[in-house]
């Protein structure tokens, strides 16, 4: 029988790209061939985009599809609904014109796989007659309470958001956390500036529950870090194929696989000249404060200027990234519109560590020296740091962070919460104390699952893993299809 055919698509932020690209290479591995499919402008700024064929002859090719007046990407101030537009139009063209080519060459596509704010491409390849699967890139519990969310509990989530003054804590079907306003994802808050995205993902869900083949849903998590939450939805099949991270830090297959997306938004890899690397190994080992807010989130001048205090006063050797231009999310409130110089006493902090505007974080998370990651508690960094076995500090800002937080803490125990005050910002005093709690040396709980944590993340990529397993157990379905 010939290989089976994917075709993947995603939404061009490199919060969705990386993930959908380990998700396209790990597809040719285990024997399917996959075209993935992306905006050239999210193409044009990968640093390798050639077309990789792996050891069982299987291979991955890229389909880059140009959006009308948008092939350098959208700019701020620009018009998100005619960007959105457009890119619907060319994107389902694209797809339409990838179908008939495959038929018509005798190589049909058995499945289509999608990320988030991309419901549109799966409803074009449904409408072709071949089969879509949403490919959700957070958590499986932050799954579980948007689904539940838009299946009779909104009422009851709602009420809790709204308690500021006096907290709440509300339960949901199948899970045994509960969850307080700060634990809840962000867009469900009335007050958020980008509540406007809860449309989009209602519709999301009512796309998934439409699918009539076994109503599969592929998550990046794997079975022994969210066993309940996979299980919690009863009417949807949740399947754990992840942790999606390259495979030099994952199954080892191919060592050379070490970056996310092609380093997408690739910066310097040096600071005075002198390797990251070179000063990282230079330093003992779990002794070095790694810090990054991830592709998209800008901390005010107050709050960065409350970090590198925070950093100071604990006197630890670190590692901070802050990106030297900031594309910024419209209007969000942690934004100063002068980011030319977020902390003032930047001389001192170069005296103790390094500030860099850009890493290979995987390959940082994975280096000795590394003790902490100070972390916004992205889904991709949170796996990333899970599958090093480095402890974190939880600073959530926004969507899924704050639930992705409550795991870290509650649920896995490697890393804690910070606490912002009344005016919202983390202070220093804060900082050193999350800090002393996870690099502490009475701390060996957090080190131990640390350790713990990393042996399931790569075990379960693995041949005969549970993500293994299962990703083969749908490839072998979807082949059924064609």
């Known amino acids: 029988m010939d290989r089976p055919r994917f075709m993947v698509m995603t939404y061009p932020a490199q919060g969705q790209i990386n993930p959908s690209l380990q998700f396209a290479k790990r597809l040719a591995t285990v024997g399917a061939d996959v075209t993935f499919v992306l905006p ?111 299946n009779g509990y909104a009422d009851i989530i709602k009420e809790t958001m709204s308690k500021r003054q006096s907290p709440t804590k509300t339960t949901l079907p199948g899970l045994s956390l509960e969850f307080g306003r700060r634990e809840l994802p962000s867009f469900m808050d009335v007050e958020d500036a980008y509540s406007f995205f809860l449309p989009q993902f209602e519709e999301q869900f009512e796309m998934v529950s439409k699918q009539n083949h076994q109503r599969s849903v592929l998550v990046n998590t794997f079975d022994e870090l969210e066993a309940e939450a996979l299980r919690a939805v009863s009417d949807l099949n949740l399947i754990g194929i992840g942790p999606l991270i390259p495979s030099a830090f994952s199954d080892e297959n191919d060592p050379s696989d070490k970056s996310f997306g092609g380093d997408i938004f690739r910066g310097s890899e040096d600071n005075k000249g002198t390797s990251i690397f070179q000063w990282l190994n230079s330093k003992p080992k779990t002794t070095v404060v790694y810090v990054s807010f991830g ?30 231009k900031s594309e910024k999310v419209e209007n969000h409130k942690d934004c100063d519109d002068d980011n030319d110089e977020l902390v003032s006493c930047r001389e001192e902090l170069e005296k103790l560590g390094m500030i860099v505007p850009w890493c290979s974080q995987m390959e940082v998370l994975s280096n000795e020296s ?36 409550k795991l870290i803490e509650e649920e896995w125990k490697i890393g804690v919460r910070v606490k912002p005050n009344e005016d919202e910002i983390v202070d220093s005093e804060e900082i050193r104390r999350c800090l002393e709690l996870v690099m502490g040396k009475e701390n060996e709980e957090m080190r131990r699952n640390g350790k713990k944590w990393k042996e399931l993340a790569k075990g379960a990529v693995k041949e005969g893993g549970s993500s293994d397993k299962n990703l083969k157990s749908f490839v072998a379905e979807m082949n059924n299809y064609i």
């Open 370 to 405: 590394i003790g902490c990651f100070v972390t916004h508690c992205g889904w991709n960094s949170t796996l990333e740091s899970l599958a090093s076995g480095v402890p974190m500090v939880a600073f959530p800002r926004w969507s899924d962070q704050g639930t992705n937080a």
């Open 40 to 150: 050239l402008s999210a193409y044009s700024r990968m640093s390798k985009c050639s077309e990789p064929v792996t050891q069982n002859g299987s291979a991955m090719s890229f389909a880059p599809f140009s959006i009308d007046g948008y092939d350098d990407g959208f700019k701020r101030g620009g018009d998100m609904n005619h960007y959105r537009s457009e890119m619907r139009r060319c994107g389902s063209q694209t797809i339409t014109d990838l179908v008939v080519s495959g038929q018509n060459d005798g190589r049909p596509y058995c499945c289509f796989v999608y990320t988030l704010l991309l419901t549109w491409a799966g409803s074009a390849a449904a409408e072709l007659g071949i089969p879509s699967v949403l490919l959700w890139i957070q958590p499986a519990t932050v799954f579980d309470v948007y689904y539940f969310f838009f």
């Open 295 to 324: 592709s998209i989130l800008d901390l005010s001048k107050q709050q960065m200027e409350e970090i590198a205090k925070g950093l100071l006063s604990f006197g630890r050797t670190f590692l901070w990234v802050i990106r030297e």
